[in-house]
Protein backbone atom coordinates (compact mmCIF):
# COMPACT_ATOMS: atom_id res chain seq x y z
CA UNK A 1 0.00 0.00 0.00
CA UNK A 2 1.23 3.09 -0.97
CA UNK A 3 0.73 5.07 2.88
CA UNK A 4 -0.94 3.26 5.39
CA UNK A 5 -0.79 5.86 7.75
CA UNK A 6 -3.15 7.64 5.38
CA UNK A 7 -5.17 4.55 4.35
CA UNK A 8 -5.52 4.20 8.54
CA UNK A 9 -6.75 7.76 8.71
CA UNK A 10 -9.32 7.31 5.50
CA UNK A 11 -10.47 4.09 7.52
CA UNK A 12 -10.81 6.12 10.96
CA UNK A 13 -12.85 8.97 8.70
CA UNK A 14 -15.20 6.57 6.79
CA UNK A 15 -15.87 4.21 9.83
CA UNK A 16 -16.52 7.90 11.65
CA UNK A 17 -18.63 9.01 8.95
CA UNK A 18 -20.94 6.04 8.94
CA UNK A 19 -21.48 6.35 12.07
CA UNK A 20 -22.30 9.86 12.59
CA UNK A 21 -23.98 9.65 9.30
CA UNK A 22 -26.33 7.55 11.12
CA UNK A 23 -26.28 8.99 14.64
CA UNK A 24 -26.92 12.85 13.05
CA UNK A 25 -28.03 12.58 9.68
CA UNK A 26 -26.16 13.10 6.04
CA UNK A 27 -26.97 16.73 5.87
CA UNK A 28 -24.65 18.22 8.62
CA UNK A 29 -21.44 15.85 8.15
CA UNK A 30 -21.60 15.50 4.56
CA UNK A 31 -19.74 18.78 3.77
CA UNK A 32 -17.31 18.10 6.59
CA UNK A 33 -16.77 14.80 5.27
CA UNK A 34 -16.35 15.93 1.25
CA UNK A 35 -14.07 19.04 2.58
CA UNK A 36 -11.69 16.22 4.12
CA UNK A 37 -10.98 15.09 0.41
CA UNK A 38 -9.25 18.41 -0.44
CA UNK A 39 -5.61 18.07 -0.35
CA UNK A 40 -3.69 20.19 1.68
CA UNK A 41 -0.11 18.80 0.86
CA UNK A 42 -0.04 19.27 -3.01
CA UNK A 43 0.21 23.01 -3.66
CA UNK A 44 1.67 23.44 -0.11
CA UNK A 45 4.55 21.61 -0.77
CA UNK A 46 5.61 24.25 -3.01
CA UNK A 47 4.17 26.96 -1.52
CA UNK A 48 6.37 26.52 1.65
CA UNK A 49 9.67 26.73 -0.77
CA UNK A 50 11.64 29.94 -0.20
CA UNK A 51 11.58 31.55 -3.73
CA UNK A 52 14.06 30.93 -6.53
CA UNK A 53 16.19 32.67 -8.70
CA UNK A 54 18.15 30.22 -11.15
CA UNK A 55 21.06 30.77 -13.59
CA UNK A 56 20.66 28.00 -16.28
CA UNK A 57 23.33 29.86 -18.89
CA UNK A 58 24.59 33.11 -18.65
CA UNK A 59 21.85 34.82 -20.38
CA UNK A 60 18.82 32.52 -19.36
CA UNK A 61 17.13 32.15 -15.62
CA UNK A 62 13.91 30.51 -14.23
CA UNK A 63 11.92 32.39 -11.09
CA UNK A 64 9.75 29.86 -9.45
CA UNK A 65 7.19 32.14 -6.38
CA UNK A 66 5.42 29.07 -4.87
CA UNK A 67 3.83 26.63 -7.18
CA UNK A 68 4.80 28.42 -10.67
CA UNK A 69 8.11 29.01 -12.72
CA UNK A 70 8.95 31.81 -14.89
CA UNK A 71 11.58 31.63 -17.78
CA UNK A 72 13.60 34.80 -18.00
CA UNK A 73 16.18 35.74 -21.03
CA UNK A 74 18.66 38.40 -21.15
CA UNK A 75 19.16 39.89 -24.67
CA UNK A 76 21.26 42.71 -23.29
CA UNK A 77 19.41 46.18 -23.05
CA UNK A 78 15.99 44.71 -22.44
CA UNK A 79 14.19 41.24 -21.10
CA UNK A 80 11.99 38.38 -21.89
CA UNK A 81 9.60 36.89 -19.86
CA UNK A 82 7.69 33.65 -20.51
CA UNK A 83 4.36 33.29 -18.33
CA UNK A 84 3.81 35.56 -15.79
CA UNK A 85 0.99 33.91 -14.18
CA UNK A 86 -0.49 36.32 -10.99
CA UNK A 87 -0.20 39.61 -9.98
CA UNK A 88 1.95 37.98 -6.77
CA UNK A 89 4.01 36.23 -8.74
CA UNK A 90 4.70 39.24 -10.47
CA UNK A 91 5.71 41.49 -8.15
CA UNK A 92 8.01 39.02 -6.36
CA UNK A 93 9.79 38.30 -9.60
CA UNK A 94 10.13 42.29 -10.57
CA UNK A 95 12.10 42.34 -7.35
CA UNK A 96 14.13 39.87 -7.84
CA UNK A 97 15.19 41.23 -11.36
CA UNK A 98 15.52 44.50 -9.77
CA UNK A 99 17.87 43.08 -7.61
CA UNK A 100 19.77 40.55 -9.85
CA UNK A 101 19.44 42.30 -13.42
CA UNK A 102 19.17 45.37 -12.83
CA UNK A 103 18.08 48.36 -14.95
CA UNK A 104 16.85 46.30 -18.11
CA UNK A 105 13.35 47.28 -18.97
CA UNK A 106 10.68 43.98 -19.72
CA UNK A 107 10.80 44.22 -23.43
CA UNK A 108 8.75 41.00 -24.40
CA UNK A 109 5.87 38.99 -22.53
CA UNK A 110 5.53 35.26 -24.02
CA UNK A 111 1.99 33.76 -22.96
CA UNK A 112 2.42 30.17 -23.26
CA UNK A 113 -1.38 29.76 -23.60
CA UNK A 114 -4.46 31.32 -22.46
CA UNK A 115 -5.31 29.48 -18.75
CA UNK A 116 -5.61 32.49 -16.79
CA UNK A 117 -2.95 30.94 -14.10
CA UNK A 118 -0.31 31.38 -16.60
CA UNK A 119 -1.28 34.80 -17.96
CA UNK A 120 -2.00 37.30 -14.94
CA UNK A 121 -0.04 39.80 -13.71
CA UNK A 122 1.78 40.80 -16.86
CA UNK A 123 0.58 44.13 -16.33
CA UNK A 124 2.75 44.85 -13.40
CA UNK A 125 6.22 44.06 -15.49
CA UNK A 126 4.99 47.19 -18.26
CA UNK A 127 6.24 44.86 -21.23
CA UNK A 128 7.09 46.55 -24.63
CA UNK A 129 5.40 43.57 -26.05
CA UNK A 130 3.46 40.93 -25.05
CA UNK A 131 3.02 37.55 -27.91
CA UNK A 132 0.60 34.57 -27.86
CA UNK A 133 -1.50 32.54 -30.30
CA UNK A 134 -4.05 34.57 -31.75
CA UNK A 135 -6.84 33.07 -29.83
CA UNK A 136 -5.76 33.64 -26.52
CA UNK A 137 -7.58 37.03 -25.81
CA UNK A 138 -10.75 35.64 -27.25
CA UNK A 139 -10.51 33.36 -24.13
CA UNK A 140 -9.74 36.22 -22.28
CA UNK A 141 -12.66 37.90 -22.54
CA UNK A 142 -14.81 35.32 -21.16
CA UNK A 143 -12.61 35.21 -18.16
CA UNK A 144 -14.62 36.97 -14.65
CA UNK A 145 -11.32 39.03 -13.75
CA UNK A 146 -9.51 40.12 -16.47
CA UNK A 147 -7.87 43.41 -14.89
CA UNK A 148 -4.13 42.47 -14.52
CA UNK A 149 -4.12 40.84 -18.00
CA UNK A 150 -2.10 42.56 -20.16
CA UNK A 151 -3.58 42.20 -24.02
CA UNK A 152 -1.89 40.86 -26.52
CA UNK A 153 0.25 42.66 -28.89
CA UNK A 154 1.38 40.02 -31.22
CA UNK A 155 -0.13 37.36 -32.12
CA UNK A 156 1.29 33.95 -33.87
CA UNK A 157 -0.24 30.65 -35.23
CA UNK A 158 1.51 27.32 -35.93
CA UNK A 159 5.36 26.92 -35.26
CA UNK A 160 6.68 30.24 -35.31
CA UNK A 161 10.50 31.44 -35.09
CA UNK A 162 10.93 35.06 -33.69
CA UNK A 163 14.28 36.98 -32.56
CA UNK A 164 14.60 38.63 -29.15
CA UNK A 165 17.62 41.04 -29.45
CA UNK A 166 20.27 38.50 -30.99
CA UNK A 167 18.46 35.41 -29.18
CA UNK A 168 16.35 33.19 -31.59
CA UNK A 169 13.44 31.53 -29.71
CA UNK A 170 11.96 28.58 -31.22
CA UNK A 171 7.49 29.18 -30.97
CA UNK A 172 6.99 24.89 -31.09
CA UNK A 173 2.73 25.31 -31.45
CA UNK A 174 0.76 21.94 -29.79
CA UNK A 175 -2.87 22.39 -30.47
CA UNK A 176 -5.50 19.74 -29.16
CA UNK A 177 -3.26 18.93 -26.28
CA UNK A 178 -3.67 20.96 -22.81
CA UNK A 179 -5.69 23.75 -25.01
CA UNK A 180 -5.32 25.05 -28.33
CA UNK A 181 -3.30 27.78 -28.00
CA UNK A 182 -0.46 26.09 -26.46
CA UNK A 183 3.53 26.70 -26.99
CA UNK A 184 6.35 25.35 -25.62
CA UNK A 185 9.69 27.76 -26.13
CA UNK A 186 12.99 26.45 -27.20
CA UNK A 187 16.20 28.72 -27.76
CA UNK A 188 18.46 26.95 -29.52
CA UNK A 189 21.80 28.70 -28.63
CA UNK A 190 21.50 27.58 -25.40
CA UNK A 191 19.41 24.38 -25.67
CA UNK A 192 16.86 25.33 -23.04
CA UNK A 193 13.46 23.96 -23.45
CA UNK A 194 10.61 25.95 -21.81
CA UNK A 195 7.87 22.72 -21.02
CA UNK A 196 4.54 25.04 -19.68
CA UNK A 197 2.43 22.32 -18.20
CA UNK A 198 4.19 19.99 -19.72
CA UNK A 199 6.47 18.27 -17.12
CA UNK A 200 5.80 17.51 -14.01
CA UNK A 201 9.06 16.03 -12.64
CA UNK A 202 7.96 13.60 -9.70
CA UNK A 203 4.40 15.02 -9.42
CA UNK A 204 0.73 14.21 -10.79
CA UNK A 205 -0.76 16.98 -12.60
CA UNK A 206 -3.60 18.76 -10.20
CA UNK A 207 -7.26 18.69 -10.35
CA UNK A 208 -7.39 15.61 -13.19
CA UNK A 209 -5.63 18.14 -15.40
CA UNK A 210 -8.24 20.16 -16.87
CA UNK A 211 -8.65 20.91 -20.43
CA UNK A 212 -6.77 18.21 -22.00
CA UNK A 213 -6.86 16.04 -24.78
CA UNK A 214 -4.67 13.16 -24.34
CA UNK A 215 -3.97 11.83 -27.79
CA UNK A 216 -2.85 15.37 -29.17
CA UNK A 217 -1.17 16.06 -25.57
CA UNK A 218 1.24 12.78 -25.94
CA UNK A 219 1.69 13.66 -29.48
CA UNK A 220 3.51 16.77 -27.65
CA UNK A 221 5.19 15.39 -25.40
CA UNK A 222 7.00 12.79 -28.47
CA UNK A 223 7.90 16.07 -30.14
CA UNK A 224 8.79 17.34 -27.65
CA UNK A 225 11.02 14.42 -26.74
CA UNK A 226 12.84 14.71 -30.46
CA UNK A 227 14.02 18.25 -29.19
CA UNK A 228 17.85 18.99 -28.87
CA UNK A 229 17.58 20.19 -25.38
CA UNK A 230 19.49 20.13 -22.66
CA UNK A 231 17.84 22.24 -20.06
CA UNK A 232 13.98 21.47 -19.07
CA UNK A 233 12.40 23.67 -17.24
CA UNK A 234 8.71 23.13 -16.50
CA UNK A 235 5.60 25.59 -15.53
CA UNK A 236 5.70 23.62 -12.16
CA UNK A 237 7.90 21.91 -10.04
CA UNK A 238 11.53 21.70 -10.18
CA UNK A 239 13.63 21.84 -13.29
CA UNK A 240 14.78 18.58 -14.97
CA UNK A 241 15.90 16.28 -17.79
CA UNK A 242 14.83 14.74 -21.02
CA UNK A 243 14.73 11.51 -18.73
CA UNK A 244 12.24 13.67 -16.54
CA UNK A 245 10.40 14.46 -19.23
CA UNK A 246 10.18 10.81 -20.90
CA UNK A 247 9.78 9.36 -17.45
CA UNK A 248 6.58 12.14 -17.22
CA UNK A 249 5.23 10.88 -20.55
CA UNK A 250 5.29 7.35 -19.66
CA UNK A 251 3.85 7.61 -16.43
CA UNK A 252 0.61 9.19 -17.95
CA UNK A 253 0.33 7.16 -20.80
CA UNK A 254 0.00 4.01 -18.35
CA UNK A 255 -2.06 5.62 -16.27
CA UNK A 256 -4.82 6.11 -19.04
CA UNK A 257 -3.75 2.20 -20.54
CA UNK A 258 -3.74 0.90 -16.92
CA UNK A 259 -7.51 2.17 -16.57
CA UNK A 260 -8.34 1.63 -19.69
CA UNK A 261 -7.74 -2.45 -19.68
CA UNK A 262 -9.81 -2.01 -16.36
CA UNK A 263 -12.82 -0.64 -17.95
CA UNK A 264 -12.12 -3.23 -21.18
CA UNK A 265 -14.35 -5.75 -19.74
CA UNK A 266 -17.39 -3.52 -19.50
CA UNK A 267 -16.57 -2.32 -23.55
CA UNK A 268 -15.30 1.28 -21.66
CA UNK A 269 -18.67 1.92 -20.46
CA UNK A 270 -17.79 4.09 -17.37
CA UNK A 271 -21.67 5.33 -16.88
CA UNK A 272 -22.32 3.17 -13.67
CA UNK A 273 -20.59 4.20 -9.90
CA UNK A 274 -20.26 0.77 -8.64
CA UNK A 275 -18.24 -0.42 -11.73
CA UNK A 276 -16.25 2.15 -11.31
CA UNK A 277 -15.75 1.73 -7.50
CA UNK A 278 -14.79 -2.03 -8.73
CA UNK A 279 -12.25 -0.21 -11.27
CA UNK A 280 -10.60 2.69 -8.99
CA UNK A 281 -10.29 -0.44 -6.39
CA UNK A 282 -8.23 -2.62 -9.02
CA UNK A 283 -5.82 0.30 -10.32
CA UNK A 284 -4.96 2.16 -7.76
CA UNK A 285 -2.42 -0.75 -6.29
CA UNK A 286 -1.01 -0.79 -9.49
CA UNK A 287 -0.47 2.67 -9.88
CA UNK A 288 0.80 3.25 -6.66
CA UNK A 289 3.33 0.70 -6.79
CA UNK A 290 4.87 2.23 -9.41
CA UNK A 291 4.33 6.37 -8.76
CA UNK A 292 3.05 6.56 -5.15
CA UNK A 293 6.41 8.16 -4.70
CA UNK A 294 5.15 11.31 -7.18
CA UNK A 295 4.02 14.25 -5.08
CA UNK A 296 0.23 14.53 -5.19
CA UNK A 297 -0.39 11.15 -6.35
CA UNK A 298 -2.68 10.10 -3.35
CA UNK A 299 -3.79 13.58 -3.40
CA UNK A 300 -4.94 13.86 -7.28
CA UNK A 301 -5.37 10.06 -7.63
CA UNK A 302 -9.45 10.25 -7.66
CA UNK A 303 -9.84 13.62 -9.76
CA UNK A 304 -7.17 12.17 -12.06
CA UNK A 305 -9.15 8.65 -12.08
CA UNK A 306 -11.99 10.37 -12.98
CA UNK A 307 -10.86 12.27 -15.84
CA UNK A 308 -9.26 8.87 -17.44
CA UNK A 309 -12.48 7.24 -17.25
CA UNK A 310 -14.46 10.05 -18.68
CA UNK A 311 -11.90 10.40 -21.77
CA UNK A 312 -11.80 6.71 -22.14
CA UNK A 313 -15.88 7.06 -22.34
CA UNK A 314 -15.83 10.03 -24.25
CA UNK A 315 -13.46 8.79 -26.93
CA UNK A 316 -10.41 10.56 -25.83
Known sequence: MNNPGKVVLIVIVTVFAIISFG????????????????????????SEKPDEFLEITPSVYSFRHKFNRSLIVDTGEKLAIFDTYNVEHAKALKLVLASNLPGKSIGWVFYSHHHLDHIGGASELAPE??????????????????????????????????????????????????????????????????????MFKDAIPPFGFPDWYYPGYIRALDRLLKVDAEFYIPSHFDAGTRDDLLSYRNMMVDFRETVLEALSPYEYDAANGERLRTVLKKVYPKLAEKYGHRTGFDAMFVPHFGREAAGIYLGY
Not at 23 to 46: C, I, N, W
Open 129 to 198: SVIAHEDVMSYVKDFPHIKDISPVTLTTDGDTDMNIGITKVEMLYLPRSHSETLYAFYLPSTKVLYLPDL
Open 23 to 46: LVGSKHLRPYVFQLAMPTDYFESQ
